[in-house]
C-alpha cells in the first residue's frame, strides 16, 4: 500500500489543545457540573472535578485548538525539502477557518492524502468537532459520516506501526527514537501546553513545538516506507 502513496501527495497535520478556560473556576455552572460527571469516569476518590481540569483540553467538548501545524514535502533541484506553516491564535474559530481553506484546496485532488501520529484518534475528530461547534463548514475530507473505508482519505503513523494490533500504543517520541529520527521534543511536551498558552502567553513557541511534531511525524512516514529522511537543512518554515 505505502508504495503506492508519494509522500509529496500528503499533508501532515497536528494540533495542539488547551481547556476551554484558563482554570475550572472560569466555567459557568452548567460547565461545571458537566465536567464534574465527565471527569468522575477518571477521577481518583481524593480528587474533585477542578482538580484534572488540565486534562480538559483532549476532549473537544471541553477544550479547544490553539494551533494547527500543517506542512508538505516537495521537490527542489531534485532534492527533497519540508515546509510547514501553522494557524495559531486566540481566535479559534478564525484559525479553523483559515486551515479550512488550506485544507479543501489540497485535498480537491484525489490522489492527496491527510496523515498524522494519532490523528485519527484524536486530531482529526478534534477539529471537526470543534468547526462543527463554531459553525464552520467541514471540509469534504473531514466530513466521514456514510463513507466507506477506502473512501476516507486518512492517513496514520501510529495505525501503520500497529499492523492491526489495536491496542498497541506508541508516541512519536518513543518511535522517532527507535527510528533514528531527531526528536521533537526538545523544548516543551503536550502536558505544558496549556501553561505556555494560559501564563506564558507565548502561541508561537507553541506553533514551534507544533511543526517539530509533523516533521518527525513525515519523517516516520518516510522510514515507514524505506525511503531517506529529509535532512534538517531541508525544513522551510511559512510565516503565517
Same mark, same amino acid.
Given at each position: 500500500m505505502l508504495e503506492q502513496i508519494a509522500v509529496e501527495n500528503i499533508l501532515f497535520i497536528d494540533i495542539e489543545t488547551v481547556p476551554e478556560k484558563a482554570g475550572f473556576d472560569e466555567l459557568d455552572e452548567d460547565f461545571q457540573k458537566l465536567w464534574d460527571?465527565?471527569?468522575?469516569?477518571?477521577?481518583?476518590?481524593?480528587?474533585?472535578?477542578?482538580?484534572?481540569?488540565?486534562?480538559?483540553?483532549?476532549y473537544a467538548e471541553f477544550g479547544k485548538i490553539v494551533c494547527i501545524s500543517v506542512g508538505g514535502v516537495f521537490r527542489k533541484e531534485g532534492e527533497r525539502f519540508f515546509k510547514a506553516k501553522s494557524f495559531?491564535?486566540?481566535?479559534?474559530?478564525?484559525? %479553523?477557518?483559515? !486551515? &479550512?481553506?488550506?485544507?479543501?484546496?489540497?485535498?480537491?485532488?484525489?490522489?492527496?492524502? =491527510?496523515? /498524522?501520529?494519532?490523528?485519527r484518534e484524536f486530531d482529526f475528530p478534534f477539529i471537526a468537532r470543534r468547526m462543527l461547534i463554531h459553525g464552520v463548514p467541514l471540509p469534504p475530507v473531514l466530513?466521514?459520516?456514510?463513507?466507506?473505508?477506502?473512501?476516507?482519505?486518512?492517513?496514520?503513523?501510529?495505525? %501503520?506501526?500497529? !499492523? &492491526?494490533?489495536?491496542?498497541?500504543?506508541?508516541?512519536?517520541?518513543?518511535?522517532?527514537? =527507535?527510528? /533514528?529520527?531527531?526528536?521533537?521534543?526538545?523544548?516543551?511536551?503536550?502536558?505544558?501546553?496549556?501553561?505556555?498558552?494560559?501564563?506564558?502567553?507565548?502561541?508561537?513557541?507553541?506553533?514551534?513545538?507544533?511543526?517539530?511534531?509533523?516533521?518527525?511525524?513525515?519523517?516516520?512516514f518516510l522510514r515507514l516506507k524505506g525511503e531517506p529522511l529529509i535532512p534538517a537543512s531541508h525544513f522551510v518554515r511559512a510565516e503565517a
Open positions: 460527571k465527565k471527569s468522575a469516569k477518571f477521577r481518583q476518590d481524593n480528587e474533585q472535578a477542578g482538580d484534572v481540569y488540565e486534562r480538559a483540553g483532549i495559531y491564535g486566540e481566535d479559534e474559530k478564525r484559525l %479553523l477557518e483559515e !486551515f &479550512g481553506k488550506v485544507l479543501y484546496a489540497f485535498t480537491s485532488d484525489p490522489k492527496h492524502n =491527510i496523515c /498524522g501520529h494519532n490523528a466530513d466521514v459520516a456514510g463513507k466507506k473505508p477506502w473512501e476516507v482519505k486518512f492517513l496514520d503513523t501510529l495505525d %501503520l506501526w500497529k !499492523f &492491526g494490533d489495536f491496542k498497541h500504543y506508541t508516541s512519536l517520541a518513543l518511535l522517532t527514537k =527507535i527510528m /533514528g529520527i531527531p526528536t521533537p521534543k526538545d523544548d516543551i511536551d503536550g502536558s505544558q501546553v496549556a501553561h505556555v498558552y494560559y501564563v506564558e502567553k507565548d502561541l508561537k513557541r507553541i506553533a514551534l513545538y507544533c511543526e517539530k511534531d509533523i516533521l518527525a511525524t513525515a519523517q516516520l
